[in-house]
């Protein structure tokens, strides 16, 4: 939490290093430093804002199955970072989230780079709940290629 003001300190840190070169790169390093299994997927942050998450991975040996398309944990993966970053933005400071449960559906193999996109159209927080994330996985021809829902428990922080 950023104690000057009541943006949280990921976006803080994303707003200041994605207008420098390789900041968005540098930002999805700083990402997988603080949660290391994302790393698996090397990250490409496009857009992260309240409400709104796009970060995509590159089809590369690392990700690929036995049949040369994007593992499908890969882009489970990809959707809970996506969500992840999305709650880290869009929740009140004062507020906590966790990963309760994710639903996913894999609707075509995945032959490209691809994209998961996370949006919540969400602005009263009144307390303790359980908030379905919705988050679309596209290829390079936007295509959905992957369709998730996360459900994510928020609650008020422990006071110390």
Sequence with gaps: MNAVSSTPRVLHDYRRLASLPCGRWLFARIVSLRAPYFASIRPRFHELRPGFCQVSLRKRRAVLNHIGTV???????????????????????????????????????????VTGTARLDKSAWAGAEDVGVPVSVTDRHSTEIVRAVITIYVSERKQP
Excluded: F, S
């Excluded at 966790?98 to 995945?110: F, S």
């Design 71 to 113: 593992h499908a944990i890969a882009m489970a993966n990809l959707c809970e970072l996506a969500c992840g970053m999305l709650m880290e933005v869009t929740i009140p400071t004062h507020m906590r989230w966790i990963p309760r449960g994710m639903t996913i559906q894999y609707l075509r193999k995945a032959e490209t780079d």
